[in-house]
């Protein structure tokens, strides 16, 4: 899995925002230790899920 960071292409893979896919911004750890995120579409919408959720893409070369 490739590390989680600010700008990288993401897909969600679990909870309630399954199947949304967008750019990941804002990392943050919580204070029991949860890494979430803000994703943005393209659309302009905005979301947060946990870290754990969420799956990188890689670009191809």
Do not use: W, Y
Not at 9 to 19: D, E
């Amino acid at each position: 899995m490739d590390p989680l960071q600010d700008g990288a292409s993401c897909v969600v893979v679990g909870g309630t925002h399954k199947g949304k896919s967008g750019i990941v911004r804002d990392i943050h750890v919580s204070k029991t230790g949860h890494t979430t995120i803000t994703v943005v579409q393209a659309s302009g919408e905005r979301f947060k899920t946990l870290g754990k959720n969420v799956r990188v893409e890689v670009p191809e070369s």
